[in-house]
């Protein structure tokens, strides 16, 4: 332990070295970052002090009889940590998402303890084993928590304090705060027990008010307009955040439109009207240019590319790739191309329960999913073997049921075509020896894919304000969605998918407990063992198996049938599986099930609105050629 700690405190010396290295900015008041830290200091030790009094009260509870007193120990405690989180995890993203309030699951971290499974701890295993059975089991089990909670606080509070700001990123820190509240705090994402996302949201809410009223002093006089409009939409959003509204009856589709939105583009205004220079912390995926959370450029893709051959946002490259996706010269006897399985007209799947393979009457293992969205992750395929958009290339052409050929097989083929000649040495001339080769077609191909970004459905223009029209069934589906029936829990928005907010930094797999036909009368678990089986040592874990990725509901009115191994015909049987509970609340053993395994008892009125809300993510563009 005492070995980790050193290499933790080395890291996270270097990391503060970097965040925090000053420079010059044109704000008038350049005092606002030091009285930000003052107050972020002594809010940072009020939840240290609230950390160390559950460890006391855990070390001392003999008895269930104290159980009410450690629930509410636990609700201080959170609710001490909201009023710091936006700036907290702004700066110590991965410790936060590892020990301090990350999903309580057992991970495998590429940043911490390297291969070594981290059991669920911090405040959301905290907040679901104090609203779990009142028993000296888990009594016990509160006590390693709470214990386990204080050692990690007091060890970072050594590393991050104090800490050191720019004007830049304390805005920056308020707007990816705003995204969290919207996708994790409302969907109760962030609160697995007590579903306290209201009271909790309404307090990193005013914490963020309170931070940002430092900036009246010495704000340019082009910034009076955003700064009092900004003041408007902080007042409004805390008076809806404190109506005592019922979880399952708050109105998100209103407070996105109406606070969450504009105020979102009020920062970034005021900062601009301030020329406060943007400086985007690079370490994550929001790209804060965005004016809105539903703009396509809201989580930037490159952000998963910056390690490949190119950047895949290269027109010339776009085109290519896109006319390598059709070709089934990339397939060994020319019978196959990427289209095969992931047609445009289909939301590019193919409309199977399992694809077909290059072999008459045999298919492969699983479903195609779309290829919409794809670029918004940072791990491919539904076991996510596939590290980034080159490497998913690379498999399906090695795959003996794909395309079952090799690159050099490729290459010699398209060196044939002048045309392609033409294209390669335009996109990739001079870049390498030989212009067509393994990384410029990998590449080629991701970039076409990583192009299919669909933010232009009716549910964007509505929330963008690009329309007025919008359906009523739809409305309530939305707020269903990320409401009671949990949806957008796991289906983040912006995209949709598992790739978690605010700064969208990894994406998630789930297991649901998928049978191998909708049987609820004699149900059988599907044996494919997805995630753990993938050949990926960090991810042969028991607790990964059966566990699939969280793929976009985007366009998901054209990509039926549904789930790994398209068990699902419609979308009517898709809801009906979740609101049993998955296949544990079908009566399986599932091991380490993820969805929740009790009845989310949505009517069937319920469940009509919500599909209404998913019809409307379908893109309007055209695809196809």
Request: charge should be negative; charged fraction near 20%; aromatic fraction near 12%.
């Amino acid at each position: 332990m005492r070995k980790t700690s050193i290499l933790l405190g080395s890291f996270f010396i270097c990391l503060l070295m970097l965040s925090g290295r000053q420079m010059a900015i044109p704000y008038q008041n350049d005092t606002i970052p030091e009285k930000v830290a003052v107050l972020y200091t002594a809010n940072f030790h009020k939840f240290q002090n609230e950390v160390n009094s559950l460890a006391a009260l855990a070390n001392k509870a003999s008895s269930v009889n104290e159980w009410e007193t450690l629930k509410s120990q636990v609700e201080k405690t959170r609710l001490a940590y909201k009023e710091i989180e936006f700036i907290f995890d702004y700066y110590q993203t991965f410790y936060n998402g590892t020990y301090i309030n990350g999903a309580p699951l057992p991970k495998v971290s590429e940043y911490f303890e390297a291969e070594k499974v981290i059991s669920p701890g911090g405040l959301q295993a905290l907040d679901e084993a104090v609203y779990d059975s009142a028993s000296n089991e888990n009594l016990q089990h509160i006590k390693v928590l709470a214990n386990g909670l204080k050692e990690r606080v007091d060890f970072i509070a050594n590393i991050h304090l104090p800490v050191h700001l720019k004007s830049s990123q304390i805005i920056e820190c308020i707007r990816s705060g705003i995204v969290r509240i919207f996708t994790l705090g409302l969907t109760g994402y962030d609160t697995p027990g007590s579903v306290n996302g209201l009271m909790e949201s309404a307090v990193s809410w005013q914490s963020m008010e309170t931070t940002f009223l430092n900036f009246e002093a010495g704000m340019a006089p082009a910034a009076k307009d955003q700064f009092e409009a900004i003041k408007k939409h902080f007042t409004k959003g805390k008076n809806i955040l404190k109506a005592n509204t019922h979880f399952n009856d708050f109105d998100r589709l209103a407070f996105l439109k109406e606070v969450v939105n504009p105020l979102y583009a009020a920062l970034l205004e005021f900062q601009n009207a301030n020329k406060i220079k943007l400086e985007p912390y690079k370490k994550h995926a929001q790209n804060y240019k965005a004016m809105n959370i539903f703009d396509i450029n809201f989580v930037n893709t490159d952000f998963y590319s910056e390690l490949v051959y190119l950047p895949l946002d290269n027109p010339k490259t776009i085109a290519l790739g896109k006319l390598l996706f059709g070709d089934p010269q990339l397939s060994k006897d020319n019978v196959m191309s990427c289209a095969s399985c992931h047609n445009p007209n289909k939301g590019f799947s193919d409309g199977l329960p399992k694809s077909v393979s290059n072999q008459k009457g045999v298919f492969t293992a699983r479903n195609a999913p779309t290829l919409m969205a794809a670029g918004y992750s940072a791990r491919y395929f539904w076991d996510m073997r596939a590290l980034d958009l080159e490497k998913q290339v690379i498999h399906v052409i090695d795959n003996d049921l794909e395309f079952n050929t090799n690159f050099d097989a490729i290459v010699n083929k398209l060196n044939k075509s002048d045309r392609y000649n033409k294209l390669f040495k335009e996109a990739y001339g001079g870049i390498a020896k030989e212009d067509i080769n393994q990384r410029s077609i990998s590449n080629a191909i991701a970039a076409y894919v990583n192009s299919l970004k669909s933010f232009n459905s009716p549910f964007d223009k509505y929330v963008r304000n690009e329309t007025k029209e919008y359906p009523e069934n739809a409305k309530r589906g939305f707020n269903l969605f990320m409401g009671k029936a949990a949806c957008g829990s796991c289906h983040f928005a912006p995209v949709f998918n598992g790739t978690i907010p605010p700064f969208y930094l990894e994406s998630e797999s789930e297991v649901l407990g998928i049978t191998q036909g909708f049987d609820s009368i004699a149900p059988k678990l599907d044996t494919d063992l997805g995630r753990m089986g993938n050949g990926l040592k960090m991810d042969n874990h028991p607790f990964l198996k059966n566990s699939f990725k969280t793929v976009t509901v985007r366009n998901i009115a054209l990509t039926a049938p549904y789930m790994h191994n398209g068990l699902f015909a419609t979308l009517e049987d898709v809801l009906a599986f979740y609101n049993l509970g998955g296949g544990a609340g079908m009566g399986l053993e599932v091991e380490n099930q993820t969805l929740l395994d009790g009845p989310l008892n949505l009517s069937q009125q319920e469940i009509e609105d919500i599909i209404a809300f998913m019809e409307t993510l379908t893109d309007v563009r055209d695809y196809g050629d």
